[in-house]
């Protein structure tokens, strides 16, 4: 999987917008952008994804750069339950047709904090 | 709750043992992953199963290995445990349709404690 950089933590006060970042200047043209967060004593939970095109969900929005080497998770307004590890992974389309595709790579991620 | 369901919820257990850790899948899905989420190394996929078979490896020590069975639950099973197999064990399921739009859902985990 092409490489994702995400800054380590961020913080953000409860009811305004977060934006998260991720980087992925070596993104394929059959790479799909999924996040996952990780809330806290539990397992990862899915977000979005994307390819191309901006993606709303009922959870949040996904900004995809034009030339898609960065994209950005938007969580429109957050609440302390928000404060979690997000994950930005690049998926390519072209794996395990038919049968699913191998796992997720995991990097670090970015500690999100919200404050009250 | 994401529908995956893990067991036991926590295992302590010595070194040199054997333990086994078991998944049920969301209903419908067909793929079963593993993944180990320890401090120092950060979450790391194991191994996939596909209605059955072994459909991809990770960084699966020897020492451990799994199977699906016909009704999809699937198990885990980890061997002459070292301290450094302490961990949180995640198991996650998806339906195996297209990949890339392929969601993952991650059970609660089982956390594992080697003495």
């Known amino acids: 999987d092409a490489k994702t950089t995400q800054p380590n933590s961020m913080e953000s006060n409860e009811e305004e917008p977060v934006h998260l970042p991720c980087n992925h200047s070596t993104i394929s043209g059959t790479d799909y952008i999924h996040w996952y967060r990780q809330l806290p004593s539990q397992g990862p939970e899915y977000v979005i994804h994307g390819l191309t095109s901006n993606v709303n969900n009922r959870m949040a929005s996904l900004a995809i750069a034009e030339d898609r080497k960065s994209s950005t998770l938007i969580l429109h307004r957050a609440t302390l339950r928000d404060a979690a590890v997000y994950y930005c992974?690049?998926?390519?389309?072209?794996?395990?047709?038919?049968?699913?595709?191998?796992?997720?790579?995991f990097g670090k991620g970015t500690h999100l904090i919200i404050q009250p | 709750d994401s529908g995956v369901t893990q067991t036991p919820k926590h295992l302590i257990t010595a070194t040199g043992q054997r333990v086994t850790l078991r998944c049920s899948p969301r209903?419908?899905?067909?793929?079963v992953y593993w993944y180990q989420q320890s401090l120092d190394q950060g979450l790391q996929f194991l191994i996939q199963y596909y209605n059955g078979e072994e459909r991809a490896k990770g960084n699966i020590l020897e020492r451990f290995s799994a199977q699906q069975f016909p009704d999809l639950h699937s198990e885990l099973n980890l061997s002459s445990l070292e301290l450094g197999d302490s961990a949180l064990y995640f198991c996650?399921?998806?339906?195996?349709?297209?990949?890339?739009?392929?969601?993952?859902?991650f059970g609660p985990g089982t956390r594992l404690l080697v003495l």
């Open positions: 209903s419908g899905d067909l793929s």
């Open positions: 996650a399921s998806s339906v195996a349709g297209a990949p890339s739009r392929e969601t993952q859902y």
């Open positions: 992974i690049l998926r390519d389309v072209r794996r395990g047709s038919g049968g699913g595709a191998d796992g997720l790579t």
